[in-house]
């Protein structure tokens, strides 16, 4: 939920000497790292005089000569010739790129490149694997290659010699961009397209119907997006955009050029009210609607019980189909709330007729009846890990998003899945969620699975979701993380380790500098680092900054921003705010990140121990139990680790202070963000006890704030009172149970969000 707008250093190195020597070399800055990578200490010269052989045993990988010829023409004063090539070895001084289609290459994507003085052969089944070759290749020349400053004097690089073998872990390695939320220009989709393609990766999941947003010209039904590609934003502004059918052709050829298949992804039953603005009979209700022009999940979606709503999406589904070669098309199918199916006459009728025991059965013969309609038609249907609910349609491949069951559960009945877990491949998540080191630690294969079941693993993807990321920083999110993710889908994970990947990330800088990609940082540019000093009644902050080349300053609570050089000491209640700098103006980190804050209450309660009346969600933890008085409060981002989440459920949390002590003020801090289904409590009753088994109640605090503001926000509910000497200090906060009848997620369970019972 942080933003983070990153000013960047603007890069002026000189490149005098145009050489790739020995110690670049040794580093290998290659990402995804091959297989098998020999290195040795000489170097083929590659200048005007060097020609591209080319030869194949069926047809000439001609596509791959000029897009070589291209790379190369690009930045230098000439252009390499192409020539065919008649069999044996090729002539001196030259490149070969040998595409042979009954090769034994085990893997279809695979190639070998040989690099010595005398030749450079790169050897491939497959146009795909040719291309995998070009792209290390490039990661062999130095960035300057990588320039759009167009042709100049440049006339020799040295290749450094090596032999390697490679070939990818997983076929399917995808980015999942989402142009819904934010729309993203042509120009950009295929520059995003040519910067995951370097990184062998070969799926686009283009997201293009979302509830904020149609983006796809239907032919037929025009309102898609006359009325559906545009909403109203809260301060009246109208923001939105789509891509024409010519357009989407332009993008999914260029892609097909880079071995990229787009796959898109066209939302049912849910997230579906941009169609719903156009055509609001597909709905239960019949509308009207207005295009979101908020986040989060919506009650209105596709009618289960009217013909009119499969005629609709078929049609859709046809022109989809015509323009997307892929042989796999995503439906969504996740977060669809059941409540206007339970109220509606025309789903109700469907269950019934077609026996179904409830809306989850509803919906899995939804999916499955669009599955059939696909498979018809020669396609296969991918859906969100919620299609497995009321069960799963045959021959369907299940995109698992909620942790690693749902690819597990696909796999062991047979099925194929893709993998995206929140808790690794989410870049929407700021770094403070997932940080490098988290992504480069991603196993697509959920443990404890058989080698049989595995074999449906198909790969994996990042989600790059929108919602806090117009396209000028989208970017910032994938980068460097994209970086990880690209190996973990390619390199086996016996030979990863992550010393040596942050070591070629390092490395790789200077090249997406040259790439004029806008990275963000690796983790939180500034981590926190508490120490309990009891005796003095402080906390020690200490701060290290995430990556290297940051320089960290802090601002304590009064007084100008200092450079941090030693544990920080934290007294009373206050503000801590730190950023971190660039310290040497080096390439390869931003200038300076947003500050970041503590706020703190050192308190009565820090030393109790502390008793919990229900079990906390796995997914906000605030570290145990002693999160909940560790002195620290927990932000406006629910991400940040502070908080204790709770579903559906109260929450009681019983202090002892080990012994008597003067209390005067209890009070405790929760958040909502209702658009997260997080809400404050109905109301909080503070109580106190002398043994533990006996409590007076002293206060029940009413909830007060307002149930629809959108915004995240923080509240303390709080009790002063006369002075009492106690032991024992309880909280019980209601639950409000379900989200209410007006939210989008009616029905659904609230969650409550706690942090910090408070003691003085
Ligand atoms: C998802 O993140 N709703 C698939
Ligand atoms: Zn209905």
């Known amino acids: 939920m942080l933003s983070r707008v990153l000013v960047r250093v603007s890069s002026c190195t000189l490149f005098g000497l145009l050489v790739l020597t020995a110690v670049a070399a040794a580093q290998r800055p290659l990402i995804p790292l091959p297989v098998r990578v020999v290195m040795q200490p000489a170097a083929f010269h590659l200048d005007a005089s060097t020609p591209i052989f080319i030869e194949g045993d069926s047809a000439l990988p001609r596509a791959s000569a000029d897009f070589l010829a291209a790379m190369i023409a690009r930045v230098s004063s000439f252009t390499p010739s192409i020539k065919a090539h008649e069999g044996g070895a090729p002539p001196r001084g030259s490149i070969l790129l040998s595409l042979n289609r009954s090769g ?60 390697i073998q490679d070939a990818p872990r997983f076929p399917w390695r995808g980015l999942l961009l989402d142009c819904c939320r934010h729309f993203m220009d042509v120009e950009f989709v295929k520059r995003t397209i040519d910067l995951i393609a370097q990184l062998k990766m070969n799926r686009l999941h283009w997201h293009l119907t979302e509830d904020q947003g149609w983006r796809i010209q239907i032919h037929k039904y025009p309102r898609l997006t006359d009325v559906g590609a545009w909403r109203t934003e809260a301060d009246g502004s109208r923001y939105g955009g789509f891509y024409t059918q010519e357009q989407i052709r332009e993008v999914v050829a260029y892609a097909a ?25 597909l709905s239960c209700t019949g509308g009207p609607f207005n295009v979101a022009n908020s986040w989060g999940v919506f009650k209105d979606i596709y009618c289960a019980g009217n013909e009119d709503t499969f005629r609709f999406l ?13 042989e796999y098309i995503h439906i969504g199918g996740d977060e669809a709330p059941k409540y206007r199916w339970e109220h509606c006459d025309r789903c109700q009728a469907r269950m019934a007729a077609e026996n179904l025991t409830d809306e989850h059965a509803l919906q899995s013969w939804f999916i499955t009846r669009i599955g059939r309609y696909l498979e018809k038609h020669g396609r296969k249907l991918i859906g969100w890990d919620e299609i497995l609910e009321g069960g799963l349609a045959e021959h369907s491949t299940v995109q698992s998003w909620r942790g690693m069951q749902g690819a597990e559960t696909a796999a062991r ?60 920083l989208v970017e910032s999110k994938l980068y460097p993380r994209i970086l990880a993710m690209a190996e973990a889908l390619w390199t086996a994970g016996w030979q990863r380790r992550y010393d040596d990947f942050h070591r070629r990330v390092q490395a790789i800088y200077p090249r997406l500098d040259t790439l004029g990609v806008t990275y963000g940082f690796e983790a939180p540019p500034v981590r926190f680092a508490l120490q309990r000093d009891s005796a003095a009644g402080a906390i020690d902050v200490a701060m290290k900054a995430g990556q290297p080349g940051l320089q960290i300053r802090y601002i304590p609570d009064a007084g100008p921003a200092r450079r941090y050089q030693s544990p920080v000491p934290l007294r009373g209640q206050g503000e801590l705010r730190a950023f971190a700098e660039a310290s040497s103006g080096r390439s390869g980190a931003p200038l300076r990140s947003d500050t970041l804050s503590l706020r703190y209450d050192l308190h009565r309660g820090m030393d109790a121990m502390v008793t919990l009346g229900q079990k906390f969600s796995d997914s906000y933890t605030a570290g145990g139990p002693a999160g909940l008085i560790d002195g620290i409060r927990g932000s406006e981002n629910l991400h940040d680790g502070h908080w204790q989440g709770y579903e559906a459920k109260d929450v009681t949390v019983t202090l002892d202070l080990g012994r008597e002590q003067t209390v005067t003020e209890l009070a405790a801090g929760f958040l909502q963000y209702q658009p997260a289904w997080i809400f404050m409590p109905r109301r909080v009753t503070f109580s106190i006890s002398p043994d533990g088994i006996t409590f007076t109640e002293i206060a029940t605090i009413e909830n007060s704030a307002s149930d629809r503001v959108e915004a995240p926000f923080t509240r303390d509910f709080s009790t002063a009172f006369r002075a009492q000497t106690v032991r024992f200090v309880r909280l019980t906060a209601e639950s409000i149970g379900t989200c209410p009848p007006w939210h989008p997620g009616a029905g659904g369970k609230a969650w409550l969000f706690i942090d910090e019972f408070i003691v003085h």
């Open 257 to 281: 050029e880079r071995h990229v298949t787009v796959v898109p992804e066209i939302e049912m039953p849910g997230h579906s009210l941009a169609a719903l603005a156009a055509y609001p009979e």
């Open 104 to 163: 034994e290459a085990a893997s279809p994507e695979g190639y070998m490149m040989r690099i010595s003085p005398g030749s450079v052969i790169v050897r491939a089944s497959t146009e795909a694997g040719l291309f995998y070759g070009l792209q290390t290749l490039r990661q062999l020349l130095p960035p300057r290659f990588e320039s759009t400053a167009g042709r100049d004097t440049v006339r020799s690089w040295d290749l450094p010699c090596c032999m």
């Open 413 to 472: 009945t047979g099925h194929d899945a893709i993998v995206s877990p929140t808790s690794h491949a989410y870049f929407d998540y700021p770094v403070s969620s997932i940080d490098l080191e988290k992504v480069y630690a991603f196993d697509p294969v959920p443990a404890g699975l058989t080698t049989t079941d595995a074999a449906h693993i198909l790969g994996g993807e990042c989600n790059m979701w929108t919602e806090r990321a117009p396209q000028h």
């Open 314 to 326: 078929e049609d859709v589904l046809d022109e989809v189909m015509a323009l997307f070669p892929s």
